[in-house]
């Protein structure tokens, strides 16, 4: 079964390219412009491999959001990526950090890591 | 028979000469403090005199109407008047107070009545004796009086003499300088000759003194008793100050005006201060105010960085998806185009790390680096090999050995990236730029050089500064910029606790060095790191 990627972004036009680049690759993507509304899919999600999540957001930000994601046991294994403009003050426990602007083939390597088609 | 008696008083007073005397020392030691620790003698002081002009003037017929004269104080001074003038002042200047010295007078008085009661005589005699007394007595407050009067004055006028910081003088009633001092002297430039009876329209400057200022202000102080005003004055050489001023009219217990008293301060000095202070507030305030906007420049740029990355990242995966598709990928005019476009992509991306580096060092104290083993020769090896293929006609000569050590990857590579491409940009395009990379010590040293113009002095002064490159050099397509390259690349290896030098001259080129300690000493960064 197809793994399924959650895309965290505010800005309208990254989220949705970043989920043609990843739907166009083959993959499944669930996309949330903040925290909450990420947290109100990810009950929903069967196959959760990744979440690509950005920081600064209006709403709930990708801090909170991430805390409350790994309170939750069912989906304190699922690895996160954080990509954002800030490299600082990533939380503790991150998988990894991808800074923005990332290449294509960059975005790819790392979700074709966790996720398969 | 009137005389024969009055003699006898007198002659009694002479045969108890010392007895009486005896009396007016003891009476006199009781005056305190002045009396305190005086002498015989001092005690004694014009007694003895005194005594035989009372005699003497006990024999001196007199008339009932210069009886008259000398109980109102209108006859001449006689022996006794100067005795008890002189008596008065010397008491009065060993600090006896006047009503000490008619004490004396009065207790000589009893001491010979006294005595010539017990004789049993009759004290109607001693009239004559009295008036005396009385003159001695007038005589004592007179000149106990003008003692102190002079005394004050004297005080008074070497107060004066001694203030230099004040001009104070005295005008006569139409302004003529009637006195001067050594203030007024230092302050106006005049010496009492030359100034005394002048006008002191003189200290006012002319069209001041032309529009009837002085006359004014005299007319102020005499019929309100005081002026008090600042205003610029005139010195001997012409020179003007800034003066504070006092005038107050001096009036004749009766009223009549007799003049003024004039003081004069110099307040040049505190006005210069004045006005330097406020130069320096003004300074402060506009240098607060530039901090300011630089500060809100900077901030601006921060976040104009973090957000422009967010549509360049969106629009360089949409180049990428497009030249995923085979349609587009197989097409050589939409391959070129999106060719143009990834390098536009990369050349923002680069201006947008530059202007996230600037802030970062400008507002968040320097720049931060990373350090872990690394191998510099690597570094170097890895650029060099980049520019070769970005710039296939140039000649770029490496020679390094293997140079290990503890430094930030991927900041280093971002200002050898930087140097060498400027040595490429800037050097003459048939000589080969050269990268020496060698150890000294615990120091490494890495010499990039090429064969170009010299860099003029003042361009070589403000080299590491940001945004350098401004107005003053032209732009090209390979070197435009933001010119914040040197900027963020001397920040990258102070960080790491190195130095860039620059020497360049037409005979040798051009050579920047780099040094960097081996190991910095900065911990590794424990945070998550960005891909």
Known sequence: ???????????????????????????????AREGQEALDAI????????????????????????????????????????????????PEGVTRVLQKPFALDRLLSIVGEYCEK | VEEVVLLNLADFIRNHHEAILREWESFARTLLPAAEGMSQVRLRHHADEILTAIVGDMETPQTEAERAEKSKGLRERGPLGVLGGIHATLRTESGFEVSQL???????????????????????????????????????????????????????????????DYAIFILDERGRVRTWNPGAARIKGY????????????????????????????????????????????????????????IT?????????????????????????????????????????????????????????????????????????????????????SARVLGRMETSSRRMALMIEQILDLTRSRLGGGLEIRPAPTNLCTILNGIVDELRIAHPTRAIELRCAS???????????????????????????????????SLEGTTVRVDVHNEAPPIPEDLRAKLFSPFRRGNQESRTSHTAGLGLGLYISNEIVAAHGGAIDVHSSSVEGTTFRVTLPRSTGTPPYSKARGE
């Not at chain 2, 290990?404 to 400027?422: A, C, H, M, Y």
Request: hydrophobic residues 45%; charged residues 25%.
């Open chain 1, 1 to 31: 079964m197809t793994h399924t990627v959650l895309v965290v972004e505010d800005e309208e036009e990254l989220r949705e390219m970043m989920r043609d680049a990843l739907e166009l690759n083959g993959y499944a993507v669930v996309a």
């Open chain 1, 43 to 90: 009950g929903r999600i069967e196959q959760l491999c990744l979440v690509l999540l950005d920081l600064l957001m209006p709403g709930m930000n990708g801090w909170e959001f991430f805390a409350k994601m790994r309170a939750l046991p069912a989906l304190a294994g699922v690895p996160v990526v954080v990509h954002s403009s800030v490299t600082d003050g990533v």
């Open chain 2, 102 to 164: 008619v004490a004396e007078y009065r207790a000589l008085r009893a001491s010979v009545f006294r005595l010539w009661g017990n004789e049993g005589h009759d004290l109607a005699e001693a009239i004559r004796f009295n008036e005396a007394i009385v003159e001695a007595v007038a005589e004592a407050v007179a000149g106990g009086m003008e003692t102190r009067l002079g005394e004050s004055e004297a005080h008074f006028r070497l107060l004066v003499e001694s203030v230099k």
């Open chain 2, 191 to 246: 010496t009492a000759p030359e100034i005394i009876g002048k006008h002191f329209s003189v200290f006012y400057p002319p069209d001041e003194v032309a529009s009837g200022k002085c006359d004014r202000e005299l007319e102020t102080a005499s019929r309100e008793g005081r002026l008090e005003e600042e205003g610029w004055r005139v010195r001997k050489d012409g020179s003007c100050f800034w003066a504070n001023v006092t």
């Open chain 2, 249 to 333: 009219a001096l009036r004749k217990p009766g009223g009549t005006l007799i003049g003024f008293a004039k003081v004069t301060q110099d307040l040049t000095a505190r006005r210069e201060t004045e006005a330097k202070l406020r130069i320096v507030a003004a300074e402060k305030a506009a240098l607060a105010e530039r901090a300011a906007i630089q500060e809100f420049q900077e901030r601006f740029l921060a976040v104009l960085g973090h957000d422009l990355r967010n549509p360049l990242a969106s629009m360089e995966m949409g180049r990428a998806l497009l030249l995923q598709r085979p349609t587009i990928a197989g097409d050589p005019a």
């Open chain 2, 403 to 437: 140079l290990p050590g503890t430094w930030d990857k991927d900041r280093l590579e971002q200002v050898f990236s930087n140097i060498v491409g400027n040595a490429i940009d800037h050097g003459v395009a048939d000589k080969p730029v050269t990268v020496e990379a």
